[in-house]
């Protein structure tokens, strides 16, 4: 099984709509982060979480939202999905040190 | 903020030796890492250099100086396989112990 688990691994949506990506971690991490990734603008932090009690925001925020229900779980909502919001997007984790990221396989999501 | 810059992208014929350089300005640097990243997947770790010089690991090895906010991603014996994108990552303390990522620079292996 993979360390870090992304759902769903592509998804196609329509403008208005609410999703969630969902990631999961077995490496035992405090720290997690949610990045978006376009092309030739690389990794853009949205949010991050040091452990369940500390949620903090990214570079790209606005339009999303996030959830840490556990140490191992940490959602990604976005409340009304716009275009400009298709994407792939990356969960990791990282241990104490910050460095040493290990990313989920990564969620397409495109909206229409 | 936090300035990393690599090129976009690079062309290399197979068997032979890529350097993507990385430039840095940033404040308060705790160590600099290089991800790869193939199309439509997810980076993966290959390199970490906290100390200025040369690190060595199989075909690739990477090299940063502090001083001149500079490293290095050093590919040799090129292979098909290694065509992918190379990301550049500062580890900054002042940013909260993140990673800032550079935009990548792609690297295509021709026959």
């Known amino acids: 099984d993979a360390d870090v688990t992304q759902t769903p691994r592509n998804r196609i949506t329509k403008t208005g709509k609410r999703i969630m990506l969902e990631c999961s971690q077995t490496k035992g991490h405090d720290r997690m982060y949610w990045y978006r990734q376009d092309p030739g603008l690389g990794l853009q932090l949205i949010y991050y979480?040091?452990?369940?009690?500390?949620?903090n925001k990214g570079e790209i925020s606005d339009g999303y939202s996030v959830s840490r229900q556990a140490q191992a779980k940490f959602s990604l909502s976005l409340e009304s999905a716009i275009p400009n919001q298709t994407a792939l997007y990356f969960c990791?984790?990282?241990?104490?040190?910050?460095?040493?990221?290990?990313f989920g396989s990564g969620t397409r999501l495109t909206v229409v | 903020g936090q300035n990393i810059d690599q090129p976009t992208e690079m062309t290399a014929t197979e068997g032979a030796i890529v350097q993507i350089n990385c430039t840095y300005q940033t404040s308060g640097f705790n160590g600099l890492f290089w991800y790869q990243q193939h199309a439509g997947e997810a980076p993966t770790f290959l390199s970490y250099n906290v100390l200025d010089g040369l690190e060595e690991k199989g075909r690739f090895s990477s090299f940063l100086s502090r001083s001149k906010g500079y490293s290095y991603l050093l590919l040799k014996e090129l292979q098909m396989k290694d065509s992918a994108s190379y990301l550049c990552a500062v580890l900054l303390r002042s940013n909260d112990y993140k990673l800032s990522f550079g935009a990548g620079t792609t690297v295509t292996v021709r026959a």
């Open positions: 979480s040091f452990d369940v009690k500390d949620i």
């Open positions: 990791a984790t990282s241990d104490p040190s910050g460095g040493g990221y290990t």
